[in-house]
């Protein structure tokens, strides 16, 4: 069974590594199934890496009035290896009406500059109005839309609201004791 290759991660500091590389390295040890004695196991380090999570959305007024501003409340946190921005880097942080970024209209952005590992961060997005109040928009808010931070799992960075973002005036209800007669 020489061709079956096993993966084991191991997560945080490794003693294979040097002292320096083991602060911000995941080693990875492969080896064949089965393990006999005489089978060498093979190590190789790859750098960790950051892994963004939107995790939710809230807007600031379930039903708005026609003059009031809209903005949501989401909540990011990275569920990989801290990051920090150098330079210009900046972490993009979007939100469009009814689809993502590049086919839905712009909504709103930010940048962040930092995203510890495993720590929550609620930030506050002030949204342009809706393309039309006619019909109900979809909110899709993302994180690192172009990926210009690498990160290994990028199916979580994007979280689409089905609340209705029209203002009440703009919205028509259903008439209420009606009867009608034949």
């Not at 997560?11 to 040890?29: D, F, I, N, R």
């Not at 506050?124 to 019909?135: G, V």
């Not at 928009?137 to 799992?153: A, F, S």
Request: aromatic share 4%.
């Amino acid at each position: 069974m020489a061709n079956n290759i096993l993966t084991l991660a191991v997560e945080g500091s490794a003693p294979v590594l040097p002292k320096p590389l083991q602060s911000w390295q995941t080693v990875v040890a492969a080896t064949t199934q089965p393990m006999a004695e005489d089978e060498p196991v093979v190590f190789a380090s790859v750098p960790r890496q950051p892994d963004f999570v939107v995790a939710a959305v809230a807007p600031s007024a379930r039903y708005p009035q026609s003059e009031q501003r809209l903005s949501v409340e989401v909540q990011v946190r990275n569920d990989g290896a801290s990051w920090q921005g150098e330079g210009d880097a900046m972490l993009d942080l979007v939100a469009t009406w009814d689809s993502g970024p590049g086919v839905g209209m712009w909504a709103g952005q930010t940048q962040l500059s930092a995203l510890a590992a495993g720590q929550p961060m609620s930030v506050t997005l002030e949204l342009a109005p809706p393309p039309s109040l006619d019909r109900p928009h979809r909110l899709v808010v993302t994180i690192n839309p172009t990926q210009r931070v690498p990160e290994p799992d990028a199916t979580d960075n994007q979280l689409t609201t089905v609340d209705d973002y029209r203002p009440t005036s703009c919205r028509t209800y259903p008439p209420t004791g009606s009867t009608s007669s034949v």
